[in-house]
């Protein structure tokens, strides 16, 4: 009995440390050479989990291995972001990023994580922010839509994804930047706000390009939060034309754990740069209605520190923080 | 008919072939603890990237099928609701498996989830754009009634103290509000623990409220686990064509009532099968006899959980809206491979559509033969694996699906904590059915409430946002209905002097 | 547990206890004190969080002294049909998966899956072990382990812990 168990243990133990070993010894110029594994804190069928899914195919193309895509869903990512730091650090195991989702969940409250725990090593693509209305809605622009909130304020309801989420800070924004008020109501996902829209429930939606695109025939955009128009819809004015400094959005990128070799993490940064000048990649991520974005490793701590201190502002607005 | 064309095409040995191992693999994923539809789904999906769409569409058709089904099995057998959806399958597909009726109640199962299966697909086929209006109708106060109403259901289905009842839903809704809080963004109940932060995730709650008790009484008799009678009577396919033709209208009025609350996004199945449930008891002429092991309550449930893979998938098709988890996995792979849901779907892509609604067809139909064949063979191990063998099986089920639901181990003690309470709470008269009910419907009550309220606010008429709507009043008269039916019902017959009553009296718990 | 039907017919005016009578008192105290736990700790959530919280406390407090007043309006009798069946081996199983669920992180889900897995067939027997029963059993649990390893690790890619211990 005790020789048999014992033995077990040990033959497990071995096979593990060889294993660890080996993933250990292999150079960054062999990585990947097996299955990647590449977490994503939220449920599946998100825009992370479709944005996830087809950057797959063509990880494969470009490594021969896999890219095995998982959920940790919770607390709006917290489950996942805050165990990141407990997963092996050899690079195989990746964990989708999300801003400004990692930046305003820890602000004023412990929830397992800080933003500079998350090593991230390349953002692709964002949604840029965007006031969706239905088909058959009185206002045609957003000058419409400001006048109603101005003449009374708070009759105008906007539904959104989250309570201190990305649509809540965009509306907190824009409240700020058009001096109206609006009644903001939150919802579990941009699933159930738009289906708030779509009901007839809220006036307008604060959601995404994608959103957009995925409901072409139902819904239309007031304004989009982008540097640019969207090339799906070049009709669709971006904020800054009317007037109303905002770009931003949900950015979407990837980390490892801390203490993962800066050498696996260029050649990381590398594979999915290369991913997103795939010009297949591009085109079926524009038709989603997503803009691709270029940060790589070395352009990440200049970049983070911008959206940092775009988001703390509205943070103090919101009063997350003091 | 061109839809027959495309159904011919689903036909082809290669696609056949492909939806007989999706089937056969979803059974078994779903007939184990904590693996969901959703995982079974979602591991496919990367494999049906390299196949031809209509392929890739059949499979995870039927593997979902497969595994919506295959959670009945671990109801009946064990009294653990693989997902939400089978709650009810444990009410009476338990007690049935105790007395020595595995077997029927397995075979009822395979008949009621093919007949349910058939209707929903049926819906989806001819009704869809019709009744995809319906999802778009349900607003945020919607939903908070029809969660109230589905709490309503306690009075109708807790045996023992009704107010025990409601004790249990209130404990249930506290701990569907551990977290952080969608509206409004509190943290709430963590107790300082970032264990907490996540919520409790709630199928590795039903793993624990309803499994653990199971295992902990398991251990204490060395008698076995479900009685068996000394013949082997196989499947009983004869006895349970029977009964179910003796339900043809709770099989057809189950499956309705799926596919219906189906299409709410969010509400799906649990919903579904729970109403279904107390419909056909309400309906029944024996209602006392039902969580006692009536055959017709699990015709009920599983005709109703079936009905919402179809159900599901309009809103997901037409809408673009997915109404549950796995229809999410695969609107996300239909995006992927370049299509787009909404109209085209039934123009552009009408080709791709009808073979995927022709492979959930060829599923369910798939069902039958392989669910006999897997159920009879899940039935004979359980009844002939030793005690010994049994219980760490069980226990290895519980924590390892519990675990590889969101990959934590904190789910996994969470589990084990929220189980040896749910056994306490079992011996003192508190069942888990009202738990899970409240911990399921509390955050749907809570956010329809609060997005209801600011909508109120917005719009100055509070009263009107709440009590407004025709759908809304609908609701609130079900509501209605469901507390006091009971209660009348029961004054009517004891002035009749019927002492059939008495059994649902209250306080006969033991 | 036991879902049978009490054989011997309480009369009106009395209540059958689930278990002991005391218990039946001592639970919806148990429940109010919950109640006002989750009452008091509403105080610092915003008024959106604390509104749906604060209700259930309240109902769940009012439900359980109904509760209280039917008790003290009915003559409670004890349960004495309830089961007394082996509490050690119930202890022992609750530990036993406990442990379990504590040990995976740092002993790899084999090697504690393994363990718990003898563990839990000790606890479950209650007939005496033969060598070769035991034998035989051991060989089915390695085997069982096996097989639910490949289906989740490989099949299934769900990530199993390695264990900590042997991951230096």
């Known amino acids: 009995m005790r020789v048999s168990r014992s033995s077990i243990g040990l033959a497990a133990g071995i096979g593990m440390a060889i294993v660890t070993s080996l993933s250990m010894v292999a150079s960054a110029n062999e990585f990947p050479s097996n299955n990647v594994r590449y977490v994503i804190p939220f449920g599946p069928g998100g825009e992370s989990d479709i944005s996830a899914r087809l950057q797959q195919k063509y990880f494969e193309e470009i490594t021969g291995e896999q890219l095995v895509v998982q959920y940790m869903p919770g607390g709006g990512g917290a489950v996942g972001w805050s165990q990141l730091k407990d997963m092996t650090a050899d690079g195989y195991t990746i964990m989708g990023s999300n801003l400004p989702h990692i930046i305003l969940k820890p602000m004023g409250k412990d929830v397992g994580f800080q933003a500079e725990d998350l090593n991230n090593f390349f953002y692709f693509h964002y949604s840029p922010d965007a006031i969706l209305v239905r088909n058959d809605s009185p206002y045609e622009t957003l000058d419409d839509l400001i006048q109603a909130a101005k003449q009374a304020p708070g009759v105008v309801t906007l539904s959104g994804s989250g309570t201190y989420s990305a649509n809540d800070v965009a509306n907190t924004r824009f409240q700020q930047l058009a001096d109206v008020t609006t009644t903001y109501i939150p919802f579990k996902g941009t699933g159930a706000a738009v289906t708030a829209l779509l009901g007839g429930q809220v006036q307008a939606e604060w959601g995404y390009t994608t959103v957009a695109a995925n409901h072409q025939d139902k819904l239309r955009m007031l304004a989009v939060a982008a540097e640019e128009r969207h090339p799906m819809f070049p009709d669709v004015p971006t904020f800054k034309e009317l007037g109303y400094d905002m770009v931003g959005g949900a950015y979407r990128g990837m980390a490892v754990p801390e203490g993962t070799p800066v050498e696996i993490r260029q050649r990381l940064s590398d594979i999915f740069q290369q991913i997103n000048q795939n010009p297949a990649f591009q085109q079926k991520m524009q038709d989603l209605g997503f803009v691709l974005i270029d940060v790589p490793l070395e352009e990440m701590p200049e970049f983070m520190a911008e959206q940092r201190r775009v988001y703390e502002e509205t943070a103090r607005e919101l009063g997350l923080i003091d | ?510 | 547990m036991s879902n049978a039907m009490p054989k011997a017919r309480v009369s009106r005016g009395e209540i059958r206890a689930a278990c002991s009578a005391r218990a039946e008192y001592l639970l919806p105290l148990l429940f109010i004190a919950l109640g006002s736990l989750c009452l008091w700790q509403a105080r610092d959530m915003s008024q959106l969080g604390a509104v749906f919280p604060v209700t259930i406390a309240a109902v769940m407090i009012l439900a359980s002294v109904l509760r209280l007043l039917q008790l003290t309006l009915h003559r409670v009798i004890d349960n004495v049909e309830r089961h007394q069946d082996s509490t050690p081996r119930r202890v022992l199983l609750v530990v036993a998966m406990t442990g379990w669920a504590l040990i995976m992180p740092w002993a790899g889900f084999l090697l504690a899956g393994l363990a718990s897995f003898f563990f839990l067939m000790l606890i479950a027997q209650h007939k005496p072990w033969t060598p070769r029963r035991l034998l035989g059993h051991l060989m089915t649990g390695v085997v069982l382990v096996a097989c639910f390893y490949g289906l989740f690790a490989l099949l299934l890619n769900v990530p199993l812990p390695m264990g900590r211990w042997f991951m230096g």
């Open chain 2, 1 to 510: 008919m061109e839809i027959l064309t495309y159904a011919l095409g689903a036909l082809s040995p290669v696609n056949l072939g492909l939806a007989l191992v999706g089937v056969a693999a979803g059974i078994i994923i779903g007939a184990l603890p904590g693996l969901s539809a959703t995982m079974a789904v979602a591991v496919l999906v990367p494999v049906t990237f390299g196949m031809a769409p209509e392929s890739a569409l059949i499979m995870l058709g039927a593997i979902y099928t497969g595994a919506i089904y295959g959670g009945s099995y671990s109801a009946i057998l064990v009294n653990t609701p693989g997902t939400p959806s089978a709650i009810a399958t444990t009410f009476d597909g338990f007690p049935m498996a105790k007395r020595g009726d595995g077997d029927l109640a397995v075979t009822l199962s395979t008949l009621a989830s093919v007949a349910g299966g058939l209707i929903g697909v049926l819906a989806l086929l001819t009704l869809a754009p019709l009744l995809a209006q319906v999802a778009l109708s349900f607003g945020p106060v919607e939903y908070f009634w029809l969660a109230i109403f589905g709490l309503t259901l306690i009075s109708a289905l807790s045996e023992g103290s009704t107010l025990k009842g409601f004790i249990g839903a209130g404990f249930g809704l506290l701990l569907s509000t551990i977290g952080v809080a969608v509206v409004g963004g509190d943290t709430r109940y963590t107790f300082g623990s970032q264990v907490l932060l996540g919520g409790i995730e709630t199928v590795s709650a039903l793993i624990g409220l309803y499994c653990i008790p199971v295992l902990i009484d398991l251990v204490a008799t060395p008698e076995a686990h479900l009685k068996v009678d000394g013949e082997q009577r196989g499947i009983r396919l004869r006895e349970g064509l029977g009964l179910a033709w003796l339900g043809k209208f709770n099989l057809f009025r189950s499956a309705s009532i799926g596919t219906l609350v189906a299409i709410l996004p969010g509400a799906g199945g649990s919903i579904a099968s729970l109403v279904s449930y107390s419909e056909a008891r309400r309906a029944s002429r024996q209602p006392q006899t039902f969580g006692k092991g009536n055959p017709q309550g699990v015709l009920a449930t599983e005709a109703a959980n079936n009905a919402t893979v179809g159900g599901g998938f309009i809103p997901t098709l037409v809408l673009g809206i997915p109404g549950t988890p796995p229809d999410a996995v695969i609107l996300g792979a239909l995006l992927v491979q370049g299509f787009r849901t909404g109209p085209e779907l039934f123009t552009t892509n009408a080709s791709i559509t009808y073979t995927f609604i022709a492979g959930l067809f060829l599923a369910t139909c798939l069902l039958l033969p392989l669910g006999l064949l897997i159920g009879r063979y899940a039935f004979k191990s359980i009844i002939t694996i030793p005690k010994a063998l049994l219980v760490p099986t069980i226990a290895f089920m519980t924590v390892i699906g519990t675990y590889a639901i969101r990959n934590s181990i904190s789910d996994v003690v969470i589990m084990l904590t929220l189980g040896v309470a749910g056994w306490l709470l079992n011996r003192y008269g508190f069942r888990p059915s009202p738990i899970v009910l409240g911990l399921i419907l509390g955050p749907i009550a809570e956010q329809g409430f609060v997005q209801g309220f600011l909508m109120g606010r917005a719009s100055g008429a509070m009263f009107t946002t709440f009590f407004g709507g025709p759908i809304s009043l609908t609701i609130i008269a079900l509501s209605v209905v469901s507390v006091f039916y009971p209660i009348v019902k029961e004054r009517l017959a004891r002035r009749r002097g019927d002492p059939g009553s008495r059994g649902s009296h209250k306080e006969a718990s033991s």
